[in-house]
């Protein structure tokens, strides 16, 4: 079966413009997860999703971020007026049970350059 | 606030040998630990993991032991092998929330043949 798929791949943005990274999730998994690695960094967590709940928000590191999970399936981050500093790896995640002790299956990441 | 802490950023050893992986945490809330391994330009991959009711979890040649009164976890990894080259990282979970992980910052190991 297919595992976790983002896109694009790669991102290269001027600062100041929007830009919208996206995830499709294993099929049937019910939570999803965005982190970020930025250079030399750990993941870090930024959002949660599971099932029709209301998101768990509080990774997102300013009011420019935003996430969406349509239909219980795909995801899109969304980043508005990007800066320098949001440049990193944007990594997907699902698993089959958004509880702690369950695994879960990352995505390749988005890689995003601001310039 | 770096609640999971990977203290050396680099580990090199020879193939054939063991290769000990630390990770330190603050939060006495984690009760279940993840090590997740991760190639240049993939995602990372689960590897091993333990709930906080064990002391030890063994898989293949990875072991992962718990020291909870010292808020201490490594990995071991014997017998390496250059395909073990790679960054490990050490993530630790609340099991009955939202199951967000917080991970370490990485260690990256080389195994030379």
């Known amino acids: 079966g297919a595992g976790v798929s983002q896109s694009p791949s790669n991102k290269v943005t001027e600062k100041g413009k929007d830009v919208e990274l996206r995830c499709d999730p294993i099929?049937?998994?019910?939570?999803l997860y965005w982190y970020r690695q930025s250079l030399g960094q750990g993941l870090e967590f930024l959002i949660y999703?599971?099932?029709?709940?209301?998101?768990?928000k509080s990774g997102l590191p300013s009011d420019r971020f935003s996430a969406e999970r349509t239909g219980g399936s795909v995801s899109t981050l969304t980043i508005q007026r990007t800066q320098q500093e949001d440049s990193a790896v944007y990594l997907c995640?699902?698993?089959?049970?958004?509880?702690?002790?369950?695994?879960?299956?990352f995505g390749p990441g988005t890689r995003l350059t601001v310039l | 606030d770096q609640q999971v802490k990977q203290n050396s950023p680099s580990l090199s050893v020879q193939e054939g040998r063991i290769s000990i992986l630390n990770c330190d945490y603050t939060n006495s809330m984690f009760d279940y630990f993840l090590w997740y391994k991760k190639y240049p330009a993939e995602g990372p991959t689960f590897l091993i993991s333990i709930s906080s009711i064990k002391d030890k979890n063994e898989d293949g040649r990875f072991t992962v032991f718990l020291n909870k009164s010292a808020k201490h976890l490594s990995l071991h990894i014997v017998p390496s092998q250059p395909g073990d080259s790679a960054v490990y990282f050490c993530a630790a979970s609340v099991s009955s929330n939202t199951g967000k992980l917080i991970f370490g910052q990485g260690t990256t190991l080389q195994v030379k043949p």
């Open positions: 999703f599971q099932g029709n709940s209301a998101p768990d």
């Open positions: 099929s049937g998994h019910t939570a």
């Open positions: 995640a699902s698993s089959l049970v958004g509880t702690g002790d369950f695994e879960q299956f």
